[in-house]
């Protein structure tokens, strides 16, 4: 580097070799500066790039879930119905999915689009608005998950009803929820939390245990109704036990297969809540309020 402060002053040309093994202290003020080339017979080391700083290329793009993918023009999908004692005809919901990155280790099903179809024709308006507005998050991307919550927390003023199996829902919207729910557990962006071994052997004893107690007391009331039916009321008894089996059987048939006589679960809308040990216990999930 030569150094000028208004008087030419020369330097002693010094080789960047030279220059890399020593320090030079510069007292005065810079007010210009050249960079000394090394000359052509001078043996430069040559220095090449840094392995590290290789950047590597994607092999191939994944393609993620955003409102700007075309719709193909074939989806797959399903459809399922509902059968709901507060309207007249029934309701069939049509749930298409996209599958992006088909073919590679990246491939993903999410839920394209939503149709609700049926005769009819009340609740036409919010059906097209609602419809509408959930294939609008669904092609949005991201977590679409929220909407089964958002949807099964909707109450009808009129009241609910039991589904086959003794689900309560409480409201038409609130089982289209769990129809979407239904359906993002089958393409997999949602799972079911499994109930462990201790869970399943304690759920099992408290059924048994509660069975073998309702057993004992029906047989004890038949023989209190066949001692009086031996004191002269035998066709009174014969016609209230078979009023009780009647009344049993549809008690178990409303109930799913639970033991009649239980209550609504308010952790999965299940009528099998049973009273053991002085604590609500539900033999469908596990819930209890004794924790």
């Known amino acids: 580097m030569t150094l000028r402060d208004g008087a030419a002053t020369a330097a002693p ?47 191939a793009e994944v393609i993620q ?29 049509t749930i298409n999915d996209i599958v992006l990155n088909q073919g590679t280790e990246y491939e993903l099903r999410r839920p394209f689009e939503i149709f609700i179809n049926s005769k009819n024709m009340d609740h036409f308006q919010w059906i097209v608005a609602l419809t509408r507005i959930m294939s609008a998050v669904f092609r949005k991307g991201g977590d679409v998950t929220f909407i089964v919550e958002e949807l099964r927390a909707v109450f009808d003023p009129r009241g609910g009803y039991f589904k086959a199996g003794g689900v309560y829902m409480p409201s038409i919207v609130a089982e289209l929820g769990a129809i979407v729910e239904q359906h993002l557990k089958m393409i997999g962006l949602l799972h079911d939390p499994e109930l462990g071994p201790e869970q399943r052997k304690l759920i099992a004893e408290k059924r048994a245990a509660y069975e073998a107690r309702s057993n004992h007391g029906s047989a004890k009331k038949k023989s209190e109704i066949s001692t009086a039916g031996e004191m002269g009321g035998a066709m009174i008894t014969a016609a209230t036990v078979a009023g009780e089996t009647a009344d049993s059987a549809t008690a178990v048939e409303s109930a799913g297969a639970f033991p009649p006589g239980a209550t609504l679960c ?3 809308n299940t009528s099998a809540v049973i009273i053991m040990d002085g604590c609500a216990t539900c033999l469908n999930c596990g819930y209890s309020k004794c924790g």
């Open 13 to 59: 040309s010094i080789s960047p070799i030279q220059a890399s093994d020593m320090t030079i202290k510069i007292s005065r003020k810079i007010k210009g500066y050249t960079v000394a080339k090394p000359d052509a017979g001078t043996n430069a080391p040559s220095v090449g790039p840094d392995p590290r700083d290789v950047i590597e290329v994607p092999k």
């Open 65 to 93: 879930m955003h409102e700007k993918v075309e719709r193909p023009e074939v989806l797959i999908g399903a459809t399922y119905k509902i059968r709901s004692p507060l309207v007249e005809h029934a309701m069939y919901v």
């Open 266 to 268: 308010h952790k999965c």
